[in-house]
């Protein structure tokens, strides 16, 4: 029997009540109803859902514990890539930092008031929580999309774990706008980390090391269920898309986000210059074990959005933000052992082998030594007492030894190895190098690592190619090289045959491999490993040159013609495009089907097209033909510069379906707005003046 009027009408009475006594415990710390008053409620929503299925919504607080188990994560593209920081570490930095920030925007044409260029900056401190990056979508107010952060612009939808965290709004308060896109941490506090450990040490499963990967392996569960029972929290702290119109600084934007049901981190603070944001960053790392949860710094930001979006970014990072990390946190304990670890170039690193030691919360039981350079100057030996920090609490590292607590002789200095550990060839040193090289390219450590790069998120990003099963294929001959994996669609037997590989692993890892063929050419470029290019760098390359072939070909003098190119990363491109090896791999990858289609600035360049030098464009609303994040690199390869807002000196809007504040703010100063098909004509060449 269908749901009368009346059953409709206290289901939604019912969702909104439990719905506001969620925020008021979970977000606000104020509850309003008992236990028994809370689970009353909740008893009643769901004899009343399961009495009538077609009153269930996905925004019913009765999905909050998990629904059905998934295969898989699927991709999401986001708009504008969540970008990494910049860090400091002391106050010169900071000073330094503030320098940079105000010396750029007296270069910018901004609206100021008469003798303001030369001012303060206003910032906002944040605390930097230590967890795992999430982007929510809301549409008509109700939380629609839940995505990891990836690799920055693409993550993948854990929408049904995210539904499990109470801090996170089903549906967002009156007055919120109509489509929203917020950014934040998830994390796991610390004593709900201390219970999860203890449950899973009692069920016979290892403890988590610390409350971030708890938080990261909670939201990438496959089963809902898993994250549900974890009380994960969510703070907001960044838009992932246009903001709505009267918000004109970051403050704004975080009392924005409270009133609309976000919990924000209450700890932050706006200070009217680099002075007065010293001062609150020392208050915090005070609080640092005051806090409920992990911390690892502050985040100081720009206040102003208009000066955000006029300082842009450089590389991955943007230059109106940073994070200031704390002191980092060490400990000493005994070197067992050094042992050498071979990477993808042939370089030769010690480590250090540790008896475990926890540090800041992490149990420690390896540390870099750096080089063996490094090695000698700290002397350090086996059986050594050593201090270990955790730099930036994060890469543990060895500062220094300390022998007169060392209870036996000391060992004797530790000699570099004069063979590869793995492969028992001759190692050398480059003049103008510290780091001693394996130079046998045959070595089975490097071809673990280089297939290993290849296959990664940044690079062909080859789903289900794990580091465990790259050396199983390898230990398997089933291949020797990144242009061997290629030929695993005619091993399928022998691949089923490996332990542990089902005939559903085994389908999903050739169509991933076979979808790999068409990346882009900068994401080739970067898997091939070339030294010193890494994603940046090879974004630039593939934009300027455009295909394989002319990379190959192309001098060292002609390279370092491209903006941001230098002669380490001309010279090593040079070597590695003129070594047989290296030209060998590229064929074998070109006969096997792997053909990158061309990037589009040289692209254009060959069909006629002229650069967008000089021009400042602004993208709106939704793009049929493409992601408004492919429009925006085509069109800065063209010369473009794309900014998120509009002002007099934009020299046009390009607006697409259901563009909102961006496209009236156009019309109000008079600034030209153009169509998806004008963009079109752009990126086939045509000059800008031509479609205005």
Known sequence: MAASKRDRARAAELCGRIADADYRYYVRDDPILSDAEYDELMRELRALEARHPELVTADSPTQRVGGVPLDRFDKVERRRPML????????????????????????????RAEGEADGPVAYVVE???????????????????????????VGEDVTANLRTVRTIPARLAPGAPERLVVRGEVILPGKAFEAVNLRRLAEGEPAFANPRNAAAGSIRQLD????????????????????????????????????????????????????????????????????????????????????????????????????????????TTELVGIGVQVGRTGALTPVANLQPVEIGGVVVSRATLHNFEELARLDVREGDVVLVERAGDVIPKVIKSIPERSQEPRARPYRPPARCPVCEQPVAKDPDEVVLRCRNRACPAQASAQIQHFVSRGAMDIDGLGDKLVDRLLEAGLIADAADLYTLHGKRAALVALEGLADKSVNNLLDAIEASKTRPLSRLLFGLGIRH?????????????GSLEALAAATPEALEAVHEVGPEVAGSAVEFFADPASQDLLARLAERGVKPPAEAAAAAAEG????????????TGALETMPRSEAKKRLTALGARVTSSVSRSTSAVIAGADAGSKLNKARDLGVPVLDEAALLKLLEGAKLEDVL
């Open 533 to 545: 290019v890494g994603e940046h760098v090879a974004e630039i390359l593939a934009a300027e040159l």
């Open 84 to 111: 990494s920081l910049a860090n400091v570490t002391s106050p010169e930095e900071l000073a330094e930092f503030d320098e940079r920030v105000r010396s750029r925007l007296r270069e910018l044409p901004l609206r």
């Open 608 to 619: 006629g097209g002229v650069s967008l030098q000089g021009a400042t464009l602004v993208l």
């Open 127 to 153: 605390v930097k929580l230590d967890g795992v990056g999430a982007e929510l979508t809301y549409e008509g107010g109700a939380f629609v999309l839940g995505a990891t952060r990836g690799d920055g612009r």
């Open 224 to 331: 809902p269920a898993v994250a549900a029972s974890r009380p994960l929290a969510f703070f907001a702290y960044a838009p992932g898309d246009e903001l709505p119109a009267g918000i004109a600084t970051h403050g704004e934007l975080l009392e924005a986000l409270a009133g609309w049901g976000f919990r924000v981190e209450p700890s932050w603070k706006r200070c009217p210059d680099a002075a007065a944001a010293l001062e609150h960053i020392r208050v915090l790392e005070e609080l640092r074990d005051e806090l409920p949860y992990e911390m690892d710094g502050a985040v100081i930001k720009v206040d102003d959005l208009e000066q955000q979006d006029a300082l842009g970014q450089v590389s991955r990072s943007p230059r109106w933000a940073v994070a200031y990390k704390f002191a980092a946190r060490q400990a």
